[in-house]
């Protein structure tokens, strides 16, 4: 499935060419999501208590970093650099912070 999304990504990208519309796909790491939390017994505001069940789990971002991120690219006057390509959350995540968008874990 994620291959899949990488490749439209780029399909939509050479498709879209020429017409101001930038494609890009975007992955999430260790998501804690609301199934998530359920499966681990925890809720956002105490969600670190899973890490002692799950010690990887203190590394988990939340949803809304995706989303943050995608917010930046589309916010990016020069977005087009990005067309095509694949990026995750935590490397657009560092990129948006440098520029003061507020983004984290």
Do not use: Y
């Not at 939509?12 to 999430?28: D, F, I, K, N």
């Not at 199934?35 to 208590?49: C, I, K, P, S």
């Not at 589309?74 to 095509?84: L, Q």
Request: charged share 25%.
């Amino acid at each position: 499935m994620k291959t899949t999304v990488i490749r439209m990504a780029f399909a939509l990208s050479q498709e879209l060419a020429g017409r101001g519309v930038t494609a890009v796909a975007a992955t999430p790491g260790f998501l804690r999501s609301e199934w998530m939390l359920d499966h681990l017994g925890v809720t956002e505001a105490n969600w670190r208590e899973a890490a002692t069940k799950v010690p990887e789990f203190i590394a988990s971002e939340t949803p809304m970093l995706v989303g943050r991120s995608v917010a930046a690219i589309a916010a990016d006057p020069d977005a087009e650099r990005k067309n095509g390509r694949v990026f995750a959350s935590w490397d657009l995540a560092e990129e948006g912070a440098s520029i003061g968008w507020g983004g984290g874990r």
